[in-house]
């Protein structure tokens, strides 16, 4: 799961409900994903920006797109890149299930948020003994409010630990590349030590 500061509801001017906090933290590790392969990732500055200047994105709960509670073409969701990570402001619409998420949150039942999204520019690295990946741009298509934000388990956790193994495929590759290069320059310079031998007999 990405980090996040809080989850809250507001009143907005009218007196309806807004839902507000931060979707995502900039430059704070995520909690440790990917199981027996451990991995971490982190979201720099900018990440988002180009995405929710032209893409069509909504609030869901629970990534689920049979509840949206709002949308940004349609006014009702409001995003923004700041100092801490990526703003969001929800505006609910006024139906019994949107109130029920909207009191389970003033009640602190649901406190923490997900987004969905492609990582669109990347990079990956070794921290402290562990795989890491610095996500730069990104492709968003949601953020929620979720129950459990456990973020292996979306469909963002899945395409994150498709392109985590494509990484360690690489490097399993690269380790085995050089290691069949040390094998054959040890076999040819055997080779070359016995053709000398010979060649002074």
Same mark, same amino acid.
């Given at each position: 799961?990405?980090?996040?500061?809080?989850?809250?509801?507001?009143?907005?001017?009218?007196?309806?409900?807004?839902?507000?906090?931060?979707?995502?933290?900039?430059?704070?590790?995520?909690? +440790?994903?990917?199981?027996?392969?451990?991995?971490?990732? @982190?979201? &720099?500055?900018?990440?988002?920006?180009? $995405? #929710? =200047?032209?893409?069509?994105?909504?609030?869901?709960?629970?990534?689920?797109?049979?509840?949206?509670?709002?949308?940004?073409?349609?006014?009702?969701?409001?995003?923004?890149?700041?100092?801490?990570?990526?703003?969001?402001?929800?505006?609910?619409?006024? +139906?019994?299930?949107?109130?029920?998420?909207?009191?389970? @949150?003033? &009640?602190?039942?649901?406190?923490?948020? $997900? #987004? =969905?999204?492609?990582?669109?520019?990347?990079?990956?690295?070794?921290?402290?003994?562990?795989?890491?990946?610095?996500?730069?741009?990104?492709?968003?298509?949601?953020?929620?409010?979720?129950?459990?934000?456990?973020?292996?388990?979306?469909?963002?956790?899945?395409?994150?630990?498709?392109?985590?193994?494509?990484?360690?495929?690489?490097?399993?590759?690269?380790?085995?590349?050089?290691?069949?290069?040390?094998?054959?320059?040890?076999?040819?310079?055997?080779?070359?030590?016995?053709?000398?031998?010979?060649?002074?007999?």
């Amino acid at each position: 799961m990405l980090p996040m500061t809080e989850l809250r509801v507001n009143e907005s001017e009218k007196g309806s409900a807004v839902i507000e906090g931060h979707a995502a933290v900039f430059d704070s590790w995520s909690e +440790t994903l990917g199981g027996i392969f451990p991995f971490r990732e @982190i979201v &720099r500055k900018g990440a988002f920006s180009e $995405s #929710i =200047g032209k893409d069509d994105i909504r609030a869901l709960f629970n990534h689920d797109p049979n509840y949206v509670l709002g949308r940004n073409r349609a006014g009702t969701l409001e995003l923004a890149e700041d100092e801490v990570g990526l703003r969001v402001r929800i505006l609910p619409p006024d +139906t019994g299930w949107a109130r029920d998420i909207v009191t389970s @949150i003033r &009640r602190g039942d649901i406190t923490q948020m $997900s #987004i =969905g999204f492609i990582v669109e520019e990347d990079e990956w690295s070794t921290k402290d003994s562990m795989d890491v990946r610095e996500i730069r741009k990104v492709q968003l298509f949601d953020v929620s409010p979720v129950t459990f934000p456990a973020y292996t388990a979306t469909d963002v956790g899945v395409r994150a630990m498709q392109e985590y193994d494509g990484y360690k495929a690489e490097q399993r590759s690269k380790e085995q590349a050089e290691k069949q290069t040390a094998e054959r320059a040890k076999q040819q310079a055997k080779l070359k030590g016995l053709q000398t031998k010979f060649k002074n007999l």
